[in-house]
């Protein structure tokens, strides 16, 4: 994976949602993604290595997107943000696919997919730690299936070996690592474009995974050459396309059935993998994987809360759009606030609603309550006697209107 699945920014204009196409979207990413495990064996098995391969799949996958960066032409990051970006490449992400592609080289595909997709629970967990999030129920029994997922993968047979145990640790770095980079472009400004910041990501974790590759003397050429076609493929068919289905299929149906759709990535690695190799899981394993996609709808399941009915209450339910006078809302476009018939109570004067102070003309200064008062009666005064005037007239009829205007 190489995207996150993040909600559109409240103040982005709305577009017309077809949700079978968005699926179909998200479902072509998923698949993209999870193909990455096959073509990566092949990859190996045509002479690649893993810093040389994925320097290549992050320098053909960079150009691309910069590409449809520029055909787009977004604002592009500056500052604080854009070492953020460069950081999250460089470190982050760089980290994260070192230590997944390292996995598949010693232990099953489907295994490493299933263990790095503990990663939601982890940035649960850091996002609890970091009180981003409380601890409810709905976390604590994504957390429980989770955590008992892993126990099942973990404590089945067919792990074993020291060759396995370190592509286990390897699986569950690149879970942690991912977790991290999750949680840090969670801070990231809503406002980026996804195909920017995807661009400045896989750069800058080309560059760290070339300059790694350069200092460790572990860059070479493969000993087949058929086999940059499979770097090709990963490069195209499990960055470049899975990242523009998920973020066009997320504007369709959301993000968050968005990422419940995405756990179908294992799912595809799980079946790629027995088709072509034959990897088979055991039943324990197959029940653990089976826990930690759930802990990922679990996460992802929202609980509606009950709306008060309008005859009842007295009010009326309006969208929150409506009735913010510009005030940002936090729920903006997910809820409704309620608006009531009577007059709002205003607190702290002018300068809370906004209000402009009446201004006299110069010379002239406050009036006293007595002068106001006057003001006032003379006013409403004249408007009764306008409005008798107005009723003689409709009594008299158009000819009256007539000779007047004669």
């Given at each position: 994976m190489t995207t996150t699945v993040s909600a559109a920014p409240a103040a982005a204009p709305s577009v017309p949602r077809n949700v079978r196409r968005g699926t179909l979207l998200c479902l072509v990413s998923a698949a993209g993604f999870g193909m990455s495990a096959v073509f990566a064996k092949q990859a190996y098995a045509a002479g690649f290595n893993v810093p040389t391969m994925l320097?290549?799949?992050?320098?053909?996958?960079s150009v691309l997107l910069w590409a449809v960066v520029a055909w787009r032409r977004p604002k592009l990051p500056t500052g604080r943000t854009?070492?953020?970006?460069?950081?999250?490449?460089?470190?982050?992400?760089?980290?994260?696919a070192g230590f997944y592609f390292g996995a598949l080289a010693r232990i099953d595909a489907s295994l490493?997919?299933?263990l790095l997709y503990a990663y939601p629970g982890l940035v649960t967990v850091l996002a609890i730690a970091l009180r981003r999030?409380?601890?409810?129920r709905r976390r604590v029994a994504a957390l429980a299936c989770s955590a008992l997922g892993l126990l099942l993968m973990l404590g089945a047979g067919g792990v074993g070996g020291s060759a396995a145990t370190g592509g286990v640790l390897l699986a569950l770095g690149a879970a942690v690592a991912y977790a991290l980079y999750l949680t840090v472009s969670d801070g990231l400004p809503r406002d980026l474009d996804l195909f920017v910041v995807t661009a400045i990501v896989?750069?800058?974790?080309?560059?760290s995974l070339a300059v790694f590759g350069a200092a460790t003397g572990s860059l070479h050429a493969p000993a087949d050459a058929s086999g940059w076609w499979w770097v090709l493929a990963i490069a195209v068919c499990s960055t470049v396309i899975p990242i523009a289905g998920m973020f066009?299929?997320?504007r369709d149906v959301g993000a968050s059935t968005a990422a419940i759709l995405s756990c179908a990535e294992p799912a595809v690695t799980v079946a790629s993998t027995a088709l072509v190799y034959g990897e088979r899981l055991s039943p324990l394993q197959a029940a653990g994987g089976v826990a930690v996609l759930a802990s990922v709808a679990v996460l992802q399941l929202r609980r509606r809360r009950p709306r008060p009915a309008p005859a009842a209450t007295g009010q009326v339910d309006v969208p929150v759009a409506a009735v913010s006078c510009g005030v940002p809302s936090e729920h903006a476009g997910e809820e409704t606030a309620s608006e009531t018939t009577s007059a709002p109570r205003r607190r702290g004067g002018a300068a809370r609603w906004r209000l402009r102070p009446l201004r006299r003309p110069a010379g002239h200064g406050p009036r006293a309550v007595g002068e106001h008062r006057a003001a006032r009666g003379l006013r409403v005064g004249r408007s009764a006697r306008e409005a008798a005037h107005a009723g003689a007239d409709a009594e008299r009829g158009p000819a009256h209107r007539r000779g007047a205007g004669g």
């Open positions: 320097a290549g799949r992050f320098t053909i996958a854009l070492a953020a970006c460069v950081g999250l490449g460089a470190v982050g992400y760089a980290l994260q490493t997919a299933l999030e409380r601890p409810d896989c750069t800058s974790a080309a560059a066009f299929g997320v």
